[in-house]
DNA sequence: TAATATATAGATTATTTTTCTATTATTTAT
DNA sequence: ATAAATAATAGAAAAATAATCTATATATTA
């Protein structure tokens, strides 16, 4: 389905999916038309999802990442969607996942700083119904921190 | 520094950067110059750190994320780098952070399926030198995953 | 309040994307 | 193997967009 080219295309998008075709056609050893077909073809059937700005944490003051383990105190459909939905919600929370192992999910929770991180645990996580227990651990630094998946 | 039309221009931009200047401008009511200067200013200051195009994973079959928790032996500024560089360069670990508790680093590792991730165990995690031990979570569902920081 | 700096708008130019047509590869069926 | 059909590519033309320039308005500072 996705040939070499493809993938070598896919790569300089997730790097850069701003230069522009001729600069890709460049790279690739294609025509400008031949590359703007494929990434009509990749945006059409999804591959390509979208297109977004990346900020730079520390500049827009958002520097401080927690990773927050929760339970549910029950696990019946109702509590499970019930909480998914207020999660996506909480605009803090840039990632979270249903996991195996001892907890039930793991958050990505990013923040100005501890006292705003406080703010989110007391008046919105907390808030939500049905949450049996938390662990939270703090960003020390970020070692690597990339959206491009190499194919 | 950022005022609230910059906050709401990051926001669009996060959400769509391949959006024309035409389409911010009437989203934002401004000429179309007010917001290629905006944004011209945004790149340059570096609060816009890059564009990126973002894949969809089941698509590119890479659905199945997992979690890893690595404590180092010691924690020699040596030990430290070396695991921190060499991390760096698996393509399969998407974000590596130091972080706070019980372990030294968290890691979201993105990869086919269980086999492809115990490979990536076997062969490449614990092929590093000084690793003391790890413990795996792995994604049962994904409830929120967004690169959109909200200002 | 004047002087300076900053932000914006509208018009023009330069670039880039998109469309179109023709040609070349590649696949499929006979 | 070969002809027919399909898909991919290139180059040229048209349409859209980005980037630049000049002038005007708005805000900041001395």
């Known amino acids: 389905m996705l040939d070499q080219i493809d993938k070598e295309l896919l790569k300089l998008l997730q790097k850069d999916c701003k230069q522009t075709n001729k ?4 790279a690739l050893g294609l025509s400008v038309t031949a590359v703007y077909e494929r990434i009509r073809k990749l945006e059409n059937n999804g591959i390509i999802s979208n297109y977004v700005a990346i900020l730079d ?5 958002k520097s401080f990442a927690a990773f927050c383990h929760v339970k549910l105190v029950q696990h019946s459909q109702d509590y499970v969607m019930k909480f998914e939905r207020e999660v ?6 840039l990632e979270c ?3 195996s192992g001892d907890y039930d999910y793991l958050l990505k929770v990013l923040v100005e700083d501890m006292e705003a991180f406080r703010e989110f645990m007391v008046k919105k996580l907390t808030k939500i119904d049905h949450i049996g227990s938390t662990h939270s651990m703090f960003m020390i630094s970020e070692v690597k921190c990339t959206t491009a998946i190499t194919l």
Do not use: P
């Open 97 to 99: 996942y249903h996991i």
């Open 57 to 61: 944490k520390k500049k827009v003051d």
């Open 88 to 93: 996506r919600n909480l605009d803090e929370v």
């Open 23 to 26: 600069a890709l056609s460049n």
